[in-house]
């Protein structure tokens, strides 16, 4: 059993309240003498730098630069408007369809239980694509919404 600090009686008139101070002190004095180390302490290089700040009058005057590329085309004010085909995934892993379907620029995805039994396809691995709308090979733009949908691996 451990004894209560406030049982504690101080022995040869010191307060416990200064030894702990007077500890710490002895190991950083200790420390910074370098007792117990036999290793030379580095060497300590100190950098000084003045700043100095200018009045505005004294400032030369800068010119703009050169322009050094020529201007860039303009970019495609709706980039979702562009039109491009849609990859064939039926037969896939739904998780690789939409792999696919996001790698050509098609985000937006919808999934369903092909068997009619309303199950969400929580693991995508899982499923396999039997149906999309709209198919592959037709052209849409890209903000067209995808329905794929799948069945279980396991369903027959």
């Known amino acids: 059993m451990r004894p209560d600090r406030r049982h504690v009686v101080p022995t040869a008139g010191v307060r ?35 700043t100095r700040t200018l009045p505005a009058e004294s400032v030369p005057p800068t010119e703009p630069a ?17 039109i491009t085909v849609i990859p064939n995934v039926v037969g896939l ?19 369903e239980d092909a068997t009619g039994q309303g199950r ?4 995508d691995r899982n499923w396999v694509v039997v149906s999309q709308t709209p198919r592959g090979g037709t052209r849409h733009r890209l903000d067209a919404k995808i ?6 691996k396991t369903d027959g």
Do not use: M
Not at 93 to 111: I, S
């Open 66 to 82: 050169a322009p050094s590329a020529p201007p860039r085309k303009p970019v495609d004010p709706d980039p979702k408007a562009r």
């Open 16 to 50: 416990p309240t200064a030894v702990l101070p007077l500890c710490i002190a002895l190991v950083l004095t200790g420390t910074a003498c370098g007792w117990g180390n036999t290793e030379a302490a580095p060497a300590v290089t100190v950098t000084t730098t003045e």
């Open 120 to 123: 969400l396809l929580v693991f």
């Open 147 to 152: 329905v794929l949908r799948s069945k279980k």
């Open 93 to 111: 892993n739904h998780q690789t369809a939409q792999d696919r379907l996001q790698a050509a620029g098609f985000y937006n995805l919808r999934e």
